[in-house]
């Protein structure tokens, strides 16, 4: 059995990534299988073990970090989440292709450790414009000012790492870029 693909879907903050994946997904001729993060925050309700995330102690995290355990990890609001490595090539050995949903600071870690894999395909996806990213972030309603100014500045910058990525995606309509991601999911298949 062939090694699954890793895929890399990465882009700034309200560009549509989960959107766009969802859409991906329903195609079930590409053998998804979504990479489940580990985090120390808590449950959430209705959230389950293993389908949300891997929830575990902060030590037991912490730990996973000191043993390289982790394709990529991060911080936010005092909790780690995590990409867990056994679990994602687990995947890739069943023939899985596994995708991952990643902001452009994990995706940097995952693509350095993965760098001489010619299974991965890594996927940046961009915003018509700057000011139809903004409109995308204020629709959502669920963010002070300050915090929609972070992550319009924090775009600016991820959008300059475009060039890191094999493959650049503006999702100016959800169906075409699903398309499009769908259709370079199938050329790097036909091409092992």
């Given at each position: 059995?062939?090694?699954?693909?890793?895929?890399?879907?990465?882009g700034?903050?309200?560009?549509?990534?989960g959107?766009?994946?969802?859409?991906?997904?329903?195609?079930?001729?590409l053998?998804?299988?979504?990479?489940?993060?580990?985090?120390?925050r808590?449950?959430?309700a209705?959230?389950?073990?293993?389908?949300?995330?891997?929830?575990?102690?902060?030590?037991e995290?912490?730990?996973?970090?000191?043993e390289?355990?982790?394709?990529?990890?991060?911080?936010?609001?005092?909790?780690?989440y995590?990409?867990?490595?056994?679990?994602v090539?687990?995947l890739?050995?069943?023939?899985?292709n596994v995708?991952?949903?990643?902001?452009?600071e994990g995706?940097?870690?995952?693509?350095?450790?993965?760098?001489d894999?010619?299974?991965?395909?890594?996927?940046f996806?961009?915003?018509?414009s700057?000011?139809e990213l903004?409109?995308r972030?204020?629709?959502?309603?669920?963010?002070?000012?300050?915090?929609?100014?972070?992550?319009?500045?924090?775009?600016?910058?991820?959008?300059?790492l475009?060039s890191n990525?094999?493959?650049?995606?503006?999702?100016?309509?959800?169906?075409?870029?699903?398309?499009?991601i769908?259709?370079?999911?199938?050329?790097k298949l036909?091409?092992?």
């Amino acid at each position: 059995m062939k090694k699954g693909l890793l895929i890399v879907l990465s882009g700034p903050s309200g560009v549509g990534k989960g959107t766009v994946r969802r859409q991906i997904f329903k195609d079930k001729s590409l053998n998804l299988a979504y990479s489940i993060s580990m985090t120390t925050r808590p449950p959430r309700a209705k959230e389950i073990e293993g389908v949300d995330y891997f929830f575990v102690s902060k030590e037991e995290f912490l730990k996973g970090i000191e043993e390289d355990k982790f394709l990529e990890h991060a911080t936010f609001v005092g909790n780690y989440y995590g990409t867990p490595k056994d679990y994602v090539e687990n995947l890739r050995k069943k023939g899985k292709n596994v995708f991952l949903e990643i902001e452009v600071e994990g995706a940097k870690q995952v693509l350095s450790k993965y760098k001489d894999d010619d299974g991965v395909v890594s996927i940046f996806l961009l915003p018509p414009s700057l000011d139809e990213l903004e409109k995308r972030i204020r629709g959502r309603r669920s963010e002070e000012e300050e915090i929609i100014q972070e992550r319009l500045n924090k775009a600016k910058r991820e959008i300059n790492l475009k060039s890191n990525y094999q493959y650049n995606v503006l999702n100016d309509n959800i169906y075409r870029a699903s398309d499009e991601i769908r259709d370079i999911i199938k050329a790097k298949l036909n091409s092992r």
